[in-house]
């Protein structure tokens, strides 16, 4: 098979995760990399050993010989870039969220679709091996009817006031922070699971730290400057820090979430759990190898990751034996896996099903994020508009 080469647009917290997923393929050639000016990606190159640098992505754009680029930038930018990749002819996988409004992300997927480009947004959560078998044990209606859906996705991030990122500001991250940066993930991954859309939304969200300290010398995503020798400048905050959120979805069931960056000693804390009419099940992305399975009149179980226990919908996801744990990098990679295999197998975007999030995927996440912030707003049920 004669590689595929990939072009990566910004090398922040989550570009090089991008790169370091796509090399575990095999078949993919990370080929260029562009960043905001020249220096910096010829620094960003040879760190990460890729070959070519641009300082301006237009220029990796124009070369005949990359075929996919990953657009890893902040939020903001996500729309353009990813319309201008579209236009060029290349297929492409962005971060989240898709864009800025809904009518950004509505015109993407029509380009996409247009185009005939392969399109993915990186919820990659969807991608675990047990998040897959509980989707599977549904549809077979292991669980029965399902009647409750309820979680949270909490971290701790920016906990105190000196904690400071470019996603704090509305015009770089947009309008919402905690619900577009991880509400959108909970929301992606409960939706995949049982296979029902949210369609009304009841919101109560809040800025806990109105105020923050941003550092003079600057902090990188999950970073914190040291608190005796950063000089601070004071910046208000508009964006919520915590969210709870009660949801209606189309086939019938309800339930509610919760996701705050302000909770103590939660990393990366994403979790939910179903509720059916036959049985219940429990799963933690930070213990992402167990499933809780649980029963009324019998034990309940725990069902860890192991190739002969699972459904055959679920062997495709994971690649190690029983106790040799699969995490985070792994789904990384099984997004990444499916979205290049999905090209190499020359694929139809607009006939064939992806077993990745598409940029259609990506819309319905910011028709639910101004939903959203329009409960909130309203203090009512509001409806999913699409």
Not at 57 to 70: C, G, S, T
Not at 87 to 107: F, Q, Y
Not at 172 to 188: F, K, M, P, Q
């Amino acid at each position: 098979m004669q590689k595929i080469k990939a072009g990566f647009i910004g090398t922040g917290f989550i570009g090089p995760e991008h790169i370091e997923a796509v090399r575990r393929l095999g078949f993919v050639d990370v080929a260029a990399v562009a960043e905001t000016s020249k220096e910096k990606a010829e620094k960003r190159a040879a760190e990460f050993h890729i070959p070519t640098a641009y300082g301006d992505y237009r220029d990796m754009l124009a070369d005949p010989e990359i075929q996919v680029v990953h657009n890893c930038t902040p939020n903001h930018l996500h729309y353009q870039i990813s319309k201008d990749i579209i236009l060029a002819g290349k297929h492409v996988i962005s971060e989240k969220p898709l864009g800025m409004t809904r009518d950004e992300t509505a015109e993407l997927v029509r380009l996409a679709r247009e185009n005939h480009i392969v399109h993915g947004v990186n919820f990659n959560y969807r991608q675990y091996p047990l998040v897959q078998q509980l989707r599977a044990m549904i549809a077979q209606g292991q669980l029965g009817t399902v009647h409750l859906v309820h979680g949270s996705y909490l971290q701790d991030w920016l906990l105190y006031d000196t904690d400071y990122n470019w996603r704090l500001e509305p015009g770089v991250g947009g309008n919402s922070r905690a619900v577009a940066d991880i509400g959108s993930h909970w929301c992606d991954i409960v939706q995949h699971v049982i296979g029902q859309r949210i369609t009304e939304v009841f919101a109560d969200l809040a800025t806990v730290i109105p105020v923050r300290k941003r550092s003079k010398q600057g902090v990188v995503t999950f970073g914190s400057p040291s608190q005796q020798e950063a000089e601070y400048d004071e910046v208000p905050v508009a964006t919520e820090d915590y969210a709870t959120v009660l949801v209606r979805f189309n086939g019938g069931a309800r339930g509610a979430f919760t996701v705050s960056q302000v909770s103590a000693g939660r990393k990366n804390r994403l979790s939910f759990e179903i509720d059916g009419s036959l049985s219940a099940a429990y799963w933690n992305q930070e213990e992402p190898e167990k499933l809780w399975i649980g029963h009324r009149d019998r034990a309940n179980e725990h069902l860890l990751a192991d190739p002969p226990l699972l459904l055959p919908e679920a062997k495709a996801y994971i690649k190690h034996p029983g106790g040799h744990n699969e995490g985070w990098p792994d789904g990384m990679k099984n997004m990444m896996a499916h979205f290049y295999r999905f090209i190499a197998e020359g694929k139809d975007p607009l006939k064939d099903s992806a077993n990745f999030a598409t940029f259609a995927d990506g819309h319905t996440a910011m028709c639910l994020i101004d939903a959203i912030l329009e409960s909130n707003q309203t203090q009512a049920w509001v409806k999913v508009k699409t």
